[in-house]
T-cell receptor, first 115, second 113 residues
């Protein structure tokens, strides 16, 4: 079955530590996205990529980094510069089209907690 | 600035009590409006896409409608399993959002038996 796989489901980060969240899709989608979700804040865009080896900052990119070396993969690194990383992180993918019929397909999320 | 506002933030219904969720938007040329359902601790699940004013889509107890300024998600005779957060998102035709989806904050629906 096609879909998006995020791992791990739960992740704990110590102060000053970098951690990487994995996102893999087998939908043959060109575009991939990372969102952060906090209670009462909705989904906020961190980074997005519409093509391999290219990505753009979203609304809250500070303290995060990404890479897009393969079409299927879009890992997110939460660096020590991100002072409040505790949140639910969602990865999504879509076709690149004038009217994508299904919007984005989402993964099941990674809950990151600072300990 | 492209914006999506959902209301109410939370809605509590008795089983069988029909109601509607609202999504109002301001965008520079609407490409599409999307409704998603999100269960706690999971990713959003696609429900509907609406493209133009007057369009309607239905799925089981849910019906989505679209006008030039807002969309409604009507829930008819809800069941406890309909309890979830419902997210609305729009895709603008052009402008600063570069075609990315813009999400509202969601409406948390609770249906009591």
């Amino acid at each position: 079955d096609g879909g998006i796989t995020q791992s791990p489901k739960y992740l704990f980060r110590k102060e000053g530590q970098n951690v990487t969240l994995s996102c893999e899709q087998n939908l043959n989608h060109d575009a991939m996205y990372w969102y952060r979700q906090d209670p009462g804040q909705g989904l906020r865009l961190i980074y997005y990529s519409q093509i391999v080896n290219d990505f753009q900052k979203g609304d809250i990119a500070e303290g995060y980094s990404v890479s897009r070396e393969k079409k299927e993969s879009f890992p997110l690194t939460v660096t020590s510069a991100q002072k409040n990383p505790t949140a639910f992180y969602l990865c999504a993918s879509s076709i690149v089209s004038e009217t994508p019929a299904y919007g984005y397909t989402f993964g099941s999320g990674t809950r990151l907690t600072v300990v | 600035e492209d914006q999506v506002t959902q209301s109410p933030e939370a809605l509590r219904l008795q089983e069988g009590e029909s109601s509607s969720l609202n999504c109002s938007y301001t965008v520079s040329g609407l490409r599409g409006l999307f409704w998603y359902r999100q269960d706690p601790g999971k990713g959003p699940e696609f429900l509907f896409t609406l493209y133009s004013a007057g369009e309607e889509k239905e799925k089981e107890r849910l019906k989505a409608t679209l006008t030039k300024k807002e969309s409604f998600l009507h829930i008819t005779a809800p069941k406890p399993e309909d309890s979830a957060t419902y997210l609305c998102a729009v895709q603008a035709g052009y402008g600063g959002s570069q075609g990315n989806l813009i999400f509202g904050k969601g409406t948390k629906l609770s249906v009591k038996p």
